[in-house]
């Protein structure tokens, strides 16, 4: 079984015990009282997605063991960009721009917050630049929730805002995103804060920050 063109382990509620330290049954009373999610086997035996597990043990604030560990920081696409912008004009500007600045690179667009989230685990950009005023969307949010998702290996994000209020940027980057530019942009400026992050992490494939 393979999702996103890697292997899906999937763990029984032993070896989730064994891994977590704990007894068999403790591991059954997380999944029974809805913690752990997991699914039934036709033989009636529970069964543990390994993401599902590394989401477990990160809100108890367990420590996520070494073989699990390897899995969370695959390294995401570093020659790979997703623009998040519903702005057409200004992500099809953008496009153009990193396309022709930099030809090595794949350049993807996403245009609200639904096609983000495929092109996100479809692709595994290493730079998601994100406008962080999406409607009908909670941006700090979506920013979170691709920090902390270890099958997206770590991407860089830079956040794009129309605000000019500094607290906002404050609060964004706390939540984990690497830049945060305001608009009008400075295309240039742009650019190069992406050459230099795909610089620093690409070497050895992932992030060590």
Request: net charge negative; aromatic share 6%; with cysteine.
């Amino acid at each position: 079984m393979a999702k996103n063109g890697k292997k899906v382990r999937i763990f029984s509620a032993l070896e989730v015990a064994n891994i977590c330290g704990v007894v068999n049954q403790t591991a059954i009373n997380w999944i029974k009282s809805g913690y752990l999610k997991a699914f039934v086997t036709p033989g009636g035996q529970y069964r543990v997605y390994e993401e599902d597990l590394l989401e477990f043990l990160k809100s108890r604030g367990m420590k996520i063991p070494e073989e699990l560990e390897s899995e969370e920081t695959e390294s995401p696409e570093w020659q790979r960009v997703l623009i998040v912008d519903d702005d057409r004009d200004l992500n099809h500007v953008l496009k153009r721009y990193i396309g022709r600045k930099m030809p090595e690179l794949t350049v993807l667009q996403a245009f609200d917050g639904y096609e983000a989230g495929r092109m996100l685990s479809e692709w595994r950009p290493g730079v998601i630049i994100l406008d962080i005023n999406l409607p009908g969307i909670d941006g700090h949010k979506l920013c979170r929730k691709i920090k902390s998702d270890p099958g997206l290996g770590g991407p860089v994000i830079i956040g794009i805002t129309g605000l000019g209020d500094p607290s906002e940027s404050e609060s964004l980057l706390k939540e984990g995103a690497d830049a945060v530019h305001t608009k009008p942009l400075d295309l240039e400026n742009l650019v190069e804060e992406i050459k230099t992050f795909i610089k620093r992490y690409k070497g050895d494939g992932k992030r060590n920050d």
